[in-house]
Each structure stands twice: as C-alpha cells, then as structure tokens.
C-alpha cells in the first residue's frame, strides 16, 4: 500500500497549506479481491461515528456486505452496469443511509443528509489513511436499495461505497485505465465567497 501513499500530492496542486490526508485522499477503482479484516473494516466505521451532527442525532446508517457473502451479492446486484465492472473486487459494499427526523422528538431533521455527508468523509479519510480504496458511488438503484434494506419512510438512501485492497490499474478495462488518477478540484473563488455569490 505504501507504492500509492503520497499519490495525490504527486498528482494535485493546492492553493494553501493543508494537511496531506485531504489531497491524498482520491476514488480508485481497481481493487485486488481481497478481504478486509473484520476490526479493519469497523475501524473504518468507528472512525465515522465521531462525526458531527445536528442535536448529536447521529442520523447516518451504514448497511454492508463482506465479499463472499449474500449480502455482498445483494448489495453489488443494485449497482449500474458501468460501477459492476470494477466494483465486483471490492471487499466490502456499503449502502449509506440517512434518518430523517429526530429521534429525540420525532421532527423533520433538515440536516440529515449534511450531517451522513459528514460521517461519509470520516469514513472516507480513515480508509485513505490505511491505504484503501473508498469509493463512493452514485450510481445503482435507489429504490430497490430502499427496498432491499426494508427501510420505512423516515430513512433516506444516499449513496453507496466499495471499500477494498488498492490493486494496479492495469486490471481495469482501457477506458477506466485512463480515468484512474486523483482528479482536479475547482478553485477556491469558485467556490467560496465573502458575502453574496459572484457571478461568472
């Protein structure tokens, strides 16, 4: 895992100073098939469940299924055919999920989705930080993930992650080959303003 340690500062240029885990943290597809220990896996997931929320509601849920096992088949059978093609030697899929209202007094909680964005990243870093892939995905049913989960209406489905071992890019077909680098980011006075927003 070392070979890969330091490649998005290899690849990315900041505008300040900042701790190395933000640009080094990237989405690689190519994983080896391997599995994660169990204690490395919940590692990751303790690592998220220190993230900040509204009231410390701590609305974020996180469904799993390990490689070799029917959840994982469940899981990786929701996906679209275009993340099927790598994200089938991950070792782990997660679907992350929401809860919309309190649980403290039954109201609409209306950051929910921001506060599991949050524990999304935790979980994100604490992978890169190991040195595995964390990939986030958008890309898979989004109803039949509901359904499959047996959720009620008060949770939100909101995205899925294939966690794995790093592997070469040279396992994934051609086209995923050239798409395998850490990406570039807007800059910052696109993105941040003083004030009101500033028009292109």
């Not at 990237?26 to 990751?44: A, F, K, N, V, Y």
């Not at 303790?46 to 994982?72: K, V």
């Not at 109803?143 to 489905?157: H, K």
Request: with cysteine; charged share 25%.
């Amino acid at each position: 895992m070392d070979q890969w340690r330091d490649e998005g500062i290899d690849n990315r240029r900041t505008e300040y100073a900042v701790e190395p885990l933000f640009p080094n943290r990237w989405s690689p597809r190519s994983m080896s098939g391997e599995t994660i220990q169990p204690d490395e896996l919940m590692s990751l997931f303790e690592a998220a469940r220190w993230a900040p929320s509204a009231m410390n509601n701590q609305p974020w849920r996180f469904f799993y299924g390990m490689r070799g096992t029917s959840n994982f088949e469940n899981l990786y059978n929701l996906l679209a055919e275009g993340n099927k093609i790598w994200a089938g030697n991950a070792a782990v899929l997660v679907v992350i999920v929401s809860r919309s209202i309190f649980e403290q007094n039954g109201k609409p909680n209306p950051t929910h989705s921001f506060d599991t964005g949050a524990a999304w990243m935790s979980l994100a870093l604490a992978g890169s930080m190991r040195g595995y892939v964390v990939h986030g995905m958008a890309g898979f049913d989004y109803v039949r993930a509901g359904q499959l989960l047996q959720l009620d209406q008060d949770y939100s489905v909101e995205a899925m992650c294939a966690i794995g071992i790093r592997d070469v890019k040279e396992k994934l077909p051609p086209d995923l080959q050239k798409r395998e680098t850490p990406s570039d980011r807007h800059p910052l006075q696109k993105t941040v303003f003083e004030g009101v927003m500033k028009r292109d």
